[in-house]
């Protein structure tokens, strides 16, 4: 069943579909964890129904010039189509029905920021068995981290930075690849969510930055 929800951030509202992926509290954190600057050009990578690009537009709308969503489920896109129609923002969000694999070489180097909840479970982790549509959201069975990393430095400037969030234990393997790439892990972020050892952990890396980890607070989820 869609439905409209309430943000509670200067009035924008986002479509969701129960019949599709439902944004989880990660995207929330991901978007209050990204620092925007000044005329910031945004790419929302794996954007689903938007939310990532829309709470952080909102947080930062004095900043933020361009959000470009990034999203290869028709559907997804269509939700996301949606909620920037209804909260009147065509003039700051362009919608893009591709997958991050098969970008177009015009965005290389165009964005001061890319943000990302993507899907961050090992494709053999079960998930898959679940309808496609859910599955692809949540498993590597489209997008391997890898393959995520090298659209992002692709699509970065020099100096750019790139935020996600991911499981904590795959934290080397998301360091390794980040550097792989030339880009910098620069800020961490845990987060626990009621058990000993934290499940998420939230990111910022700049591309081309110089070796140097900022270890924040653990946030209680």
Do not use: W
Request: include cysteine; hydrophobic fraction near 40%.
């Amino acid at each position: 069943m869609e439905r409209l929800e309430d943000l509670n951030l200067l009035g924008l509202k986002i479509y969701q579909d129960d019949s599709l992926y439902c944004f989880t509290s990660d995207a929330v954190l991901l978007s209050h964890f990204a620092t925007a600057k000044k005329g910031d050009l945004v790419a929302d990578f794996c954007s689903g129904s938007g939310i990532v690009g829309l709470n952080f537009y909102g947080l930062n709308n004095n900043l933020v010039k361009e959000v470009h969503a990034f999203e290869m489920q028709p559907e997804m896109c269509a939700l996301c189509d949606k909620t920037i129609k209804y909260n009147g923002l065509e003039n700051v969000f362009t919608l893009h029905n591709a997958k991050l694999q098969d970008i177009d070489s015009t965005f290389n180097e165009k964005f001061s920021l890319v943000l990302c909840n993507p899907p961050y479970m090992d494709k053999n982790s079960g998930f898959s068995a679940e309808e496609y549509k859910i599955a692809v959201c949540k498993a590597e069975i489209e997008l391997t981290l890898t393959e995520l990393i090298k659209a992002v430095s692709k699509c970065l400037k020099f100096g750019g930075r790139f935020c996600v969030v991911h499981r904590a234990d795959r934290l080397c393997e998301l360091f390794y690849e980040m550097k792989n790439h030339n880009i910098e892990p620069k800020k961490m972020q845990l987060v626990y969510g009621g058990k000993k050892e934290p499940y998420l952990v939230l990111v910022e890396g700049v591309k081309g930055g110089k070796s140097g980890l900022k270890v924040m607070r653990p946030i209680e989820n």
